[in-house]
């Protein structure tokens, strides 16, 4: 399709267990966003890749959430011993290339994939 | 870094009347203003934006007006149709000197009664 595409749409893991969430940005672009969702909040900002190159990652929560991009597409964000607090929707967007004052800076969201860590 | 706030929470309003959502952002280098429309199940789609150099813009029942000085920009709904029904988030970020990743408010959910 020509939207972001993310998997699986829902997730459910037991306290502990690894996961690992799928994010196949839009064909050319080379920004990529992920974002974490908590119910009923808005998206709080995770890390950001331009191509392969992981640009900024401060929002990430703990040394137990990773994310990478090692061919400049598809992106995973992988969370390690997953906790309660882990439970939200992950949301993951692109953009067009970043060029200076030329970047339109709309990002285009995924559906997100829903974590719920029992 | 940036903070924004979003209010009201809740706005109800009768269809066919407008609505106003208001925000206000703390980094004055914050140069780029979306607005994101959210649906049960769906991600944000941005539904209107606006860049420091404007105050204002319109797109058909959709407007945003932006005041640099005192930090704040709102969305403005006029003749509000069922299909607003949604929540809405507004987000700041300074666009051109690196990424472009978006600070959000936290939202405020539109419901249009009949």
């Known amino acids: 399709g020509a939207g972001v595409s993310q998997s699986p749409r829902y997730k459910v893991a037991k306290r502990g267990q690894d996961v690992a969430l799928r994010c196949d940005p839009i064909s050319g672009h080379v920004s990529l966003f992920w974002y974490q969702q908590a119910l009923g909040q808005g998206p709080e900002f995770l890390t950001y890749f331009q191509n392969e190159a992981q640009l900024d990652k401060s929002g990430l929560p703990s040394d137990r959430f990773f994310a990478e991009r090692p061919e400049g597409s598809v992106s995973t964000l992988k969370i390690q011993r997953t906790q309660q607090e882990d439970s939200a929707v992950y949301l993951c967007?692109?953009?067009?290339?970043?060029?200076?004052?030329?970047?339109?800076?709309?990002?285009?969201f995924g559906e997100g994939s829903r974590l719920t860590v029992l | 870094g940036e903070n924004v706030e979003q209010h009201p929470s809740t706005l109800s309003v009768q269809e066919g009347d407008s609505a106003v959502i208001k925000c206000t952002y703390s980094d004055s280098a914050s140069n780029y203003f979306p607005w994101y429309k959210q649906e049960l199940g769906k991600g944000p789609q941005l539904i209107i934006d606006?860049?420091?150099?404007?105050g204002e813009k319109k797109d058909q029942r959709i407007a945003v007006t932006l005041n640099k000085t005192a930090k704040h920009f709102s969305l403005h709904i006029t003749e509000t149709q069922p299909e607003d029904s949604a929540v809405y988030f507004c987000a700041a970020a300074y666009s051109g000197g690196g990424a472009d990743g978006l600070t959000f408010g936290k939202g405020t959910h539109l419901i249009i009664q009949p």
């Open positions: 967007a692109s953009s067009l290339p970043h060029s200076g004052r030329a970047s339109t800076g709309e990002l285009f």
């Open positions: 606006i860049r420091s150099n404007v």
